[in-house]
């Protein structure tokens, strides 16, 4: 009895030891396969939750509502909608925290009457559009020149970085949820360059900072567009293109063809400038995917798998330029490779 309490009271045994090692690897094996598939789980259900399309056009669901709601009338905005701060404005329409029914909600309202028809432009594209790539429509009162959308605390992408730095979503700061994010913004240019009205063109992004304040993140963290009153139509059959605005574009955020092509010495006139279409978006996805993969751990495995992808976008001539679709195929196809060789490298640490 004596020996044994020695035994026991010096540690664990040279055969025990072993056993110890196992079955802690083990346990960190099943905790990196149980957060991937949870990983998988969240990509899989984010979209559906709240998702405008499981309800009938004109209808809505968002939070824990149970059932569809149909869209809010005038009387229903003016006698049940709580206007509480001003959280944004811009050129075309302010933007107020509100209250419906105990549901945080985002009431736009007209700036200026001359930007009317870039505002009605956008409650219109809201209407047509409804999918979980846009935010959520509630409601619209034309005679009042509002608009009810869902309210989303965290923001435009423009906070992301500030969102990250939160203690509350440190956690969610690695390049899987950012490489995510990616899909999602390019997700939604597909979305828009296939969609029920035809190929839909971003114009509203002739910088970084304006192209992200026209997107918001969600809560359970996946990106929807907000501001839709600049979507002009591309039609290739009947040669129809676009031009973003009337003045000259300068940088090289935006697309080569979007910029003066006649010189310094030739004065900018907008009837001169030749018109474009909708791979002017291709052209800014690595731009913008270069931002939502931030600086962190893996981020540069991330965009090396993308190079080739990406170098592609930037290729001086339109035509050249891959699809947003194809975009997208290569970041799932990277994604999918990298979560591959992570649970690779976790069996061979075993």
Same mark, same amino acid.
């Given at each position: ?11 664990? #045994? ?10 802690l690897l083990?346990?960190?094996?099943m ?27 004109? &209808?809505?669901?968002? +939070? ?6 149909? =869209? ?12 509480? !701060? ?13 209250? =419906? ?9 007209? %700036? ?14 809201? !209407? ?5 790539h846009i ?19 965290? +923001? ?12 509350? &979503?440190?956690?969610?700061?690695? =390049? ?14 597909? &979305?828009?360059?296939?969609?029920p ?13 304006? #192209?992200?304040?026209? &997107?918001?993140? %969600?809560?359970?963290?996946s ?6 009153d ?29 910029? =003066?092509?006649y010189?310094e ?18 052209w800014k ?15 540069d ?21 891959? %699809? ?20 690779s490298? #976790?069996?061979?640490?075993?």
């Open positions: 009895m004596e020996r044994r309490a020695q035994v026991s009271s010096k540690g664990l #045994t040279h055969q025990e030891v072993p056993r110890v090692i196992g079955l083990a346990t960190a094996l905790n990196i396969v149980l957060y991937l598939c949870l990983d998988r789980y969240l990509v899989s259900t984010r979209h559906s939750i709240g998702d405008p399309r499981s309800c009938p056009h004109g &209808y809505f669901r968002m +939070g824990q509502m149970r059932n569809c709601s149909p =869209w809010l009338s005038c009387e229903e905005l003016r006698a049940e909608v709580r206007q509480l !701060k001003r959280v944004g404005a811009g050129a075309v329409k302010q933007v107020f925290l509100s209250e =419906w029914k105990e549901h945080k909600v985002a009431l736009s309202r007209l %700036t200026r009457l001359e930007m009317k028809d870039d505002f009605f432009h956008g409650l219109q594209m809201l !209407k047509s559009l409804q999918s979980k935010v959520t429509l509630l409601g619209y009162c034309e005679d009042d020149s509002t608009i009810l959308t869902e309210y989303h605390p965290l +923001g435009s992408l423009s906070n992301l970085e500030e969102t990250f730095n939160l203690s509350k &979503y440190q956690n969610m700061n690695t =390049w899987q949820h950012r490489l995510r994010l990616a899909m999602d913004y390019v997700g939604i240019i597909d &979305y828009l360059h296939h969609s009205l035809g190929t839909l063109v971003m114009c509203d992004s002739n910088d970084l900072p304006k #192209t992200l304040s026209q &997107y918001l993140l %969600t809560s359970n963290f990106i929807v567009a907000n501001d839709l600049a979507l002009p139509l591309v039609n290739h059959s009947s040669r129809t293109f676009v031009k973003c605005g009337h003045r000259e574009l300068h940088g090289d955020f935006v697309a080569p063809e979007q910029l =003066w092509p010189g010495n030739m004065p900018f006139h907008d009837d001169l400038m030749p018109s474009y279409d909708e791979k002017i978006d291709i996805i690595p731009d913008v995917s270069s931002f939502l993969l931030g600086h962190v751990v893996g981020s495995m991330v965009r090396l798998h993308l190079f080739d992808i990406h170098k592609a976008c930037k290729s001086q001539i339109p035509a050249e330029r891959p %699809t947003a679709r194809d975009v997208l195929d290569t970041y799932q196809k990277v994604s999918d490779s990298l979560r591959d060789t992570v649970m490298q #976790t069996r061979e640490m075993l």
